[in-house]
T-cell receptor
């Protein structure tokens, strides 16, 4: 049974650029949720993808978008990066969004 | 008032001490997660519980659904237990939205 893998682990981007973060889901899971964790704060829900469709979204602007692929892996895309986007981005997979979440180790994004 | 509140926010203990971290919540359905996060690291799920008590090694988690309160206990604490402990509650079923507490930073000194 594989866990959740996120890539890359660290990333530095310039303000205004675009970034794509990737997440593989755990075997048997069909739902991926993305979270943003600013330094010293708890994670904030960005959105969830279930069977390739967005299924729930938090209070994030449209420049945060995502995809889920047939193998249930997922991407988080952020356009027009702002300095405040600097954070740890976590993904978690589950089966149907119920209960048993497995978290990845996160991608640390720094926007300069 | 936060929807998920933890106490204490910071905790320093000596190795071997019994530790309790509390979590109260005002939203969510009848399940709660206890998570562990090491500095700069990702999140590890410790427990998911919807009733009663669960035990894994030196960790024990209890929940009282009626009172919307949960506790995480660490017996015979060790410096390697030093981490941030977070409780999280699903906002509702099938949305994947977890509402997180602010975390409890635990430092166990040798």
């Amino acid at each position: 049974e594989t866990g959740v893998t996120q890539s890359p682990t660290h990333l530095i981007k310039t303000r205004g650029q675009q970034v794509t973060l990737r997440c593989s889901s755990q075997s048997g899971h069909n739902t991926v949720s993305w979270y943003q964790q600013a330094l010293g704060q708890g994670p904030q829900f960005i959105f969830q993808y279930y069977r390739e469709e967005e299924n729930g979204r938090g209070n994030f602007p449209p420049r945060f978008s995502g995809l889920q692929f047939p193998n249930y892996s997922s991407e988080l895309n952020v356009n027009a990066l702002e300095l405040d986007d600097s954070a740890l981005y976590l993904c978690a997979s589950s089966y149907r969004g119920d209960y048993g979440y497995t978290f990845g180790s996160g991608t640390r994004l720094t926007v300069v | 008032k936060n929807e998920v509140e933890q106490s204490p926010q910071n905790l320093t203990a000596q190795e071997g001490e019994f530790i309790t971290i509390n979590c109260s919540y005002s939203v969510g359905i009848s399940a709660l997660h206890w998570l562990q996060q090491h500095p700069g690291g990702g999140i590890v799920s410790l427990f998911m519980l919807s009733s009663g008590k669960k035990k894994h090694g030196r960790l024990i988690a209890t929940i009282n659904i009626q009172e919307k309160h949960s506790s995480l206990h660490i017996t015979a604490s060790h410096p390697r237990d030093s981490a941030v402990y977070i409780c999280a509650v699903p906002f509702s079923s099938n949305t994947g939205k977890l509402i997180f507490g602010q975390g409890t930073t635990l430092q166990v000194k040798p």
